[in-house]
């Protein structure tokens, strides 16, 4: 594969982001509890859910914590509720009016009153949960027979909540860990049940991440501190999956971290990323405004190899070791492979699980909405480079679903294709929807932001 710098003007990449993505109707929403509850085969699903880990809950309800904890309770005849503290009771109401909210202020913050239903302990037993049932925990991670002797433990839930729960249910009931029927990579809920509204919404974020992304890209001069160059995205108040990242240096760079006071020079290293629920846009390259032969021929064209390849072997019923296999031999000889995996599931977190693994004989699937995330390493001191986007991968059902639904969202994902295919040289196939605004779209030299990496 011939990797060249062409110029491909930035004004042919979509940029009609509509004011707002579509809503979640409440009918999805119990559409998705009900096949918690039924898939979980317990009298009752327990979902938990913080400010940090967030992502169940939005799946669920639409509710996510601004301050507290909170628990998504499923049960018999399909009873659903929303525990929250004090000032997660009237969100709740506001985003999630399908679920009935209940109060329980030992998930409000500390010192904050808890005279009118403090112990979760009553709430619990108030909802039906009762000696001698089935409970099943929902975290927001699972842990592997490999990692734990006793994977069927609830393990990443507070332990005082697993706590109250078996003490509810006594000796003769059973709390269990049913976390993967949300989250594993290739059966889980989050995996593969996602709406054409769900696809939608979430391009919404994809083009939103990516334009503020290129905003910097293509506004960042030697100069500007970190701070200015992130404020070119135009952060709007979109909820975020992870802190906004940008960072530039002569020295070994950590794309994960924040925006700071330093000075962007010329020559630097530099990255940005911006992750809203959805989606995540990632680039970086070098501040120079003239191609660097050897940093070129030695870390972008082979990692941009890599990237297509990732783009033209992922289809419906791929493996993950096939993706991961193919990613892995795109690299050649290069000094440097993909730090973690090439290529995840995202949702309303950055990171939900991922199939592409040494190995993994999980399928891709329809519905699974996929983060193109190969972070080249180990880079040399004062070299950065990086190219992540969004896609869907949708079968002909769900592609029928989406273009009647959504046209226009439709009608711009097949511009983005034909963009790939007739300036990029990517050929993607037919399930393969990319949601971002500028798919694959990689100028490794920011000051030259026309020249993109193409397939010759």
């Not at 269990?176 to 054409?196: F, K, Y």
């Not at 501190?225 to 709007?236: F, K, P, Q, V």
């Not at 959504?406 to 990319?434: K, N, S």
């Amino acid at each position: 594969m011939k990797v060249e710098l062409r110029s491909v003007p930035f004004s042919l990449v979509e940029s009609d982001i509509p004011p707002a993505p579509p809503r979640i109707t409440a009918q999805e929403y119990e559409q998705r509890a009900q096949a918690l509850y039924q898939r979980a085969g317990a009298d009752w699903v327990v979902v938990y859910g913080d400010r940090e880990h967030c992502a169940n809950l939005l799946y669920l309800t639409g509710y996510d914590p601004r301050f507290e904890e909170a628990l998504f309770i499923a049960g018999p005849n399909r009873r659903r509720y929303l525990v929250v503290g004090n000032e997660g009771l009237s969100y709740a109401a506001a985003q999630s009016g399908h679920v009935e909210a209940v109060l329980c202020q030992s998930m409000s913050l500390l010192g904050q009153p808890r005279a009118t239903a403090p112990r979760l302990a009553d709430v619990l037993r108030d909802a039906g949960i009762a000696r001698g049932q089935r409970v099943a925990v929902v975290g927001w991670k699972y842990l592997g027979v490999d990692e734990i002797d006793d994977p069927v433990a609830p393990a990443f839930v507070p332990a005082w909540m697993v706590a109250v729960l078996r003490k509810l249910v006594g000796d003769s009931g059973a709390v269990t860990d049913a976390t993967a029927v949300l989250m594993h990579p290739e059966s889980g809920l989050r995996a593969v049940m996602n709406s054409a509204a769900q696809i939608a919404a979430f391009e919404w974020s994809a083009m939103r991440a990516s334009d503020a992304v290129f905003r910097i890209v293509r506004g960042a001069r030697p100069g500007m501190t970190e701070l200015e160059a992130a404020a070119l995205a135009r952060y709007a108040g979109e909820p975020l999956s992870a802190h906004i990242m940008c960072v530039a240096g002569s020295g070994n760079i950590v794309g994960l971290a924040s925006p700071g006071a330093r000075r962007i020079e010329y020559g630097d290293a530099i990255t940005t990323a911006i992750g809203l629920w959805g989606s995540l846009s990632c680039r970086a390259g070098l501040m120079l405004g003239r191609p660097d032969p050897d940093f070129f021929a030695g870390v972008v064209a082979p990692y941009f190899t890599a990237v297509t390849t990732w783009w033209q072997t992922m289809r419906l019923g791929v493996t993950g070791a096939e993706m991961f296999d193919a990613v892995t031999a795109a690299f050649g000889k290069a000094p440097f492979n993909s730090a973690l995996n090439p290529g995840h599931l995202i949702s309303f977190d950055e990171w939900v699980h991922t199939p592409i693994r040494p190995g993994s004989a999980e399928r891709v699937a329809s519905g699974m909405v996929f983060q193109c995330d190969i972070i080249p390493a180990p880079l040399a001191a004062g070299q950065a480079l990086n190219c992540e986007d969004t896609c869907v991968i949708a079968n002909a059902a769900l592609r029928e679903e989406l273009r009647n639904a959504f046209p226009d969202v439709w009608a711009r994902i097949q511009r983005r294709r034909e963009f790939m295919r007739d300036y990029l040289g990517i050929a993607l196939c037919e399930e393969v929807l990319p949601l971002s605004a500028a798919p694959a779209y990689l100028p490794p030299f920011w000051l030259r932001p026309d020249d993109v990496c193409v397939v010759g």
